[in-house]
């Protein structure tokens, strides 16, 4: 190991991908240092893919000494690609360049430069969207930039005659682009980050050619992908005392496969990168630390690396199986149980399982002493959940994934506000800002606490209302509500409407410019945040919040090129900006949890790494769709095709899956959806399926089941039983001796609906902005009636059919329906106006006497004491016979001749019943006349009338038959034995939804076959 850097460059090394890479790396580079000083380790430099790389490897020499005391050498980033991670900086070779442009500033810029084309563009573009064509635009200049293409005379020719029309639009466009960016770049004073890295490196590896380092000088991790990396690595290869380390180069891999190995294959890229400088594949050699024996990660890497074998030389893969088997027949193993062996298949069944699957088993290895895990994954929403469940066992592990600022709970009180300022009425968006954590309003807590909750059951319960004064008409008016509650609310309110009115007036006049907008934001946001102690500090604190303020400041500054918005717009674009920021948080984590991106975990290894998000379209990711060049264009460009980030896909899935214990977890279905196992899961499993065991039965890859039943197991009931039908027995003093008709019916089909209204006085809330359904239709209709019978009890107006559907449109927009609701509800009340007109004429035409909501009572005898019925009529009417028409209406389908003889819907007969007995005042004991509902929809037809019992003999027998029913039930009920079970009606369990259907768990036990006796 001492001569590492005896023979002649250039030297270019591999860690195979089933070693620990970081340790390797260190452990050989101690090794070879470490007779020579103290001082040659110190003095050593070593180039990293990333930041993050350059912390492994540190971590990795603590390790490579046993935790003594050590000098480590100097770790420099070659920088991120993929992030946008700059370089370092050696020396004074960027003295003379200018700075690079921020990142945000660079985003308004482009957009400024396409929002000043979108003419050329033939689209009418708003900041959200020229923002979206910015960062494509962004992207195609990025990879000009690495990839060192100069487009000059190549555009003219890049559309044929053949192609769409649009493309020519975008050659235009860039053509137009790459003239003015350079030009604005140049007045600004500054560089785009990739020119100015590509220029970098390009310096450096000709400083470094013309004047070699004379220290140890190593490369380690990284692939080449862009033409200046890979020079600087053929540059560090030739120094005297230079090395390149790469990252699972598969020296076994056929040469045949080898020379097609293309965008797509895990070994393409460095392929490309070993053609680029020259070197023969046969030149690269083991890393001296890595040549240690290890059967199962030698075996482990061939059957990865032949499983992802470039396509067009998977025709021999049996030969390849035997050859396999032959090759470990003279070590004396098989190579597919060596190669197995701490591999395993998790198949969950949806993503959240797959979170909780990886959470166990990361779980899992704590319970070892010293054994380390970690999370290997590029999907940033799956690696948030996994975090999620570890802290139910208070583990936080060491993520480099973050999450997007959107997330944050600064940024989620910033969207919330600026739904405020384009819809400042909507409930649900002002109650989740009320109940935000920062959410103060420059009040004490517990003031703070109980203004919000008379505010939330006064104010923004039940339809909306269509301003602030509606909606502090509809406080101040609330029923039942003690004055105390009415005075807090209203005083929430006036506080909200004087905080939302700057930013709501902000866009009052119109679109506002995106600086103007984003400051009012902030004032918004901080008036907000503000406690009692007027500090509104916490707000721009931490992460999410420093990360906001950024935001908001460069928006203030700098995006002055944006066009205006107007608040929809300005929310749409601060959530695509939030959604496209990344935090990350500190604060302790634990030191043998990670969670790791794919890139990271080539250099980064566990004793146990759990691989997830093997779904296509996620691992790999679909290639992007580029709006102004398509694949022959970019080809023609000399551009990368998209599939070249497939190929470092695979390769980072490669090395992963290479770690001596690895749990593969794969998800069935995605978003509700079935998914479609990646192709690189999907070639594992059928190479291994090729390959047989003694029996001659197929083989395939180990699961770990014992991961999904815990997954199963963890929140289910240990002796879980579904519930049975309720079924309470509330004593007798407390059963109610007073019922409306309407409540009869309840008790008929659902006594448990009246013992948990009319005996606990359990009473449902509306939504906040519950729609104006069926119930508000209702009530306008009852309103229109009542008003038309109540003004003109004799004659009807001459405009009877419009006065009626004014009536019943007023009532609805008093009720809150929205203006555009309104427009479908009056055409239906134009028909309905003339429908009822007509009906009302007829009805009229004998001189009848008519009577509008009416109350009456009816009392008799019961075993638990003297009981009473009440009913509210909507309208009887008197004729000269003597007879009482009883009417009831209804917006939609009245109940069926069945149900009220069978006594299922007695409300009519009952309130029949009532009028014989003289139960309302002032109209005697008429005989009961037709009972009748009236259907009024505005539809076709507009109404019907339904009779369910004829005047006379029909009528009286209902009614009497109704009573006697009645009372019937009331001496059941007066049994202190006789339970208030639900749902006696099991026929109307789905025509009939109660409101207290989910307290009686009515879906659980009408399902699992455990009814009880009705």
């Not at 992030?83 to 020396?91: D, K, L, M, V």
């Not at 203004?451 to 319960?461: I, K, M, N, P, S």
């Not at 309470?728 to 008709?741: G, N, Y």
Request: a negative charge; aromatic letters at 6%.
């Amino acid at each position: 190991m001492t001569g590492l850097f005896d023979r002649p460059g250039p030297r270019w090394f591999t860690i195979p991908a089933h070693r620990p890479f970081a340790d390797d790396l260190a452990l050989g580079l101690h090794r070879a240092l470490s007779p020579q000083g103290p001082e040659a380790l110190a003095d050593a430099v070593v180039l990293t893919p990333t930041r993050r790389g350059a912390r492994a490897l540190a971590d990795a020499f603590v390790r490579a000494v046993d935790g003594r005391a050590v000098l480590p050498p100097q770790m420099r980033p070659l920088g991120d690609l993929e992030a946008g991670e700059p370089p370092f900086e050696p020396g004074d070779l960027a003295l003379d360049l200018p700075a690079a442009i921020d990142p945000l500033r660079r985003r308004f810029e482009l957009a400024r430069l396409v929002k000043a084309n979108e003419t050329a563009l033939k689209r009418d573009l708003d900041a959200a969207a020229a923002l979206e064509l910015a960062d494509a635009l962004g992207g195609f200049l990025d990879s000009l930039q690495i990839e060192e293409i100069d487009p000059a005379g190549r555009l003219d020719d890049l559309v044929a005659a053949d192609h769409a029309e649009h493309w020519a639009i975008s050659r235009d466009f860039l053509q137009t682009a790459l003239e003015a960016w350079p030009r604005r770049l140049a007045e600004l004073g500054v560089a785009d980050v990739s020119a100015r890295r590509v220029l970098l490196l390009r310096r450096l590896a000709e400083q470094w050619d013309a004047r070699p380092p004379r220290n140890v000088l190593v490369a380690a991790g990284s692939t080449g992908t862009a033409p200046a990396t890979a020079a600087l690595l053929a540059v560090v290869a030739r120094a005297p005392q230079g090395a390149v380390v790469l990252p699972g180069l598969d020296l076994d891999l056929a040469d045949p496969a080898w020379r097609v190995a293309g965008e797509q294959h895990p070994q393409g890229a460095m392929r490309r990168l070993l053609q680029r400088s020259a070197v023969q594949r046969s030149e690269v050699a083991v890393w001296p630390a890595s040549g240690a024996p290890d059967f199962r990660g030698r075996w482990r890497r061939r059957i990865v690396n032949e499983a992802l074998r470039p396509p067009e030389k998977t025709d021999d893969w049996l030969e390849q199986i035997a050859a396999l088997r032959a090759e470990g027949a003279d070590d004396g193993v098989d190579p597919f149980v060596a190669g197995l062996s701490g591999l395993s298949l998790v198949d969950a069944r949806h993503e959240e399982e797959a979170a909780t699957v990886a959470a166990l088993a990361l779980r899992e290895a704590l319970e070892t002493p010293g054994r380390t895990a970690a999370l290997v994954t590029p999907d940033p929403v799956l690696a948030r959940r996994v975090m999620a469940r570890l802290a139910r066992w208070d583990v936080v592990p060491d993520s480099s994934a973050g999450a997007p600022l959107a997330v944050s709970p600064a940024a989620v009180l910033a969207r919330l506000l600026t739904r405020l300022a384009a819809d400042p009425l909507d409930p649900i968006a002002m109650l989740a800002a009320l109940k935000h954590p920062y959410a103060a309003l420059g009040l004490a807590p517990d003031d703070l606490d109980r203004q919000r909750r008379a505010f939330e059951l006064r104010g923004l319960r039940g339809p909306r209302r269509a301003d602030w004064p509606a909606l502090e008409a509809k406080i101040a008016g609330a029923g039942r509500a003690p004055d105390d509650e009415r005075a807090h609310a209203l005083a929430l309110c006036a506080r909200l409407r004087g905080l939302l009115a700057p930013l709501s007036a902000t866009f009052a006049a119109g679109p506002a410019a995106v600086g103007e907008a984003a400051l009012g934001l902030a004032r918004a946001l901080e008036a907000f945040a503000v406690d009692e102690s007027a500090d509104a500090g916490r707000l721009w604190s931490g992460p999410g919040g420093e990360a906001l303020s950024r935001l908001l400041a460069g928006l203030i500054d700098a995006a002055d090129g944006l066009p205006p918005v107007s608040a929809r717009g300005f929310g749409d674009l601060l959530f695509r900006l939030v959604s496209g920021e990344t935090v990350r948080g500190g604060g302790a984590s634990h030191s043998r949890l990670r969670i790791l991106g794919a890139i990271e975990a080539r250099t980064t290894r566990a004793d146990l790494l759990v691989v997830a998000g093997l779904e296509e379209g996620v691992w790999p990711q679909g290639a992007p769709v580029d709006p102004f060049l398509s694949r022959p264009m970019r080809a023609a460009l000399g551009l990368p095709p998209p599939e070249r980030r497939i190929g470092l896909a695979a390769h980072d899935f490669a090395q992963a899956a290479c770690a001596p214990e690895v749990v593969l977890v794969h998800s069935e279905r995605r978003e509700g959806a079935p998914s479609v196992k990646s192709r690189w899961l999907w070639r594992l499993e059928t190479l291994v399926g090729g390959a047989k065991d003694s029996r001659g039965e197929p083989l395939s890859l180990p699961g770990r089941p014992e991961l999904l039943d815990w997954a199963r197991a963890l929140d289910a009931a240990e002796d879980y039983r579904p519930a049975s039908r309720p079924a309470p027995l509330p004593p007798l003093a407390d059963r109610p001796r007073e019922l409306a008709v309407t409540r009869i019916e309840a008790l008929t089909r659902d006594p448990y609906a009246v013992w948990a209204r009319d005996i606990l006085r359990l009473y449902p809330l509306d939504a906040p902005d519950q729609a104006v359904d069926a119930r508000a239709r209702g009530t306008a209709i009852h309103t229109a009636f009542e008003t038309l019978a109540r003004d003109w009890p004799r004659d009807l107006p001459s405009d009877a059919a419009a006065v009626f559907r004014r009536l019943y449109v007023e009532a609805l927009r008093e009720q809150g329906m929205p203006e555009e609701a309104l427009a479908r509800e009056t055409a239906l009340a134009r028909e309905a106006g003339a429908w009822v007109a007509a009906l009302e004429a007829e009805r009229r035409a004998d001189g009848r006497a008519i009577h509008v909501e009416l109350k009456g009572e009816l009392a008799f005898p019961a075993p638990g004491g003297d009981f009473k019925l009440t009913a509210r009529a909507d309208r009887i009417e008197i004729d000269p016979e003597g007879f009482g028409h009883i009417l009831d209406f209804k917006t939609g389908k009245a109940p069926s001749q069945k149900e009220v003889d069978t006594g299922f819907s007695p409300q009519l007969t009952l309130t029949a019943a009532i009028l014989m007995a003289g139960g309302f005042e002032g109209l005697g004991r008429p005989r009961p006349g037709d009972l009748t509902y009236l259907e009024v929809t505005g539809r076709k037809p507009a109404g019907k009338v339904e009779v369910r019992a004829l005047a006379g003999e029909e009528s009286e027998e209902a009614a009497r038959l109704a009573l006697e029913g009645a009372r019937k039930l009331v001496a059941q009920y007066d049994n202190p034995a006789r339970p208030y079970m639900s749902r006696t009606a099991p026929q109307f369990l789905k025509a009939r939804i109660s409101d207290y259907d989910h307290l009686a768990r009515v879906f659980e036990w009408s399902t699992s076959g455990d009814e009880g006796e009705a």
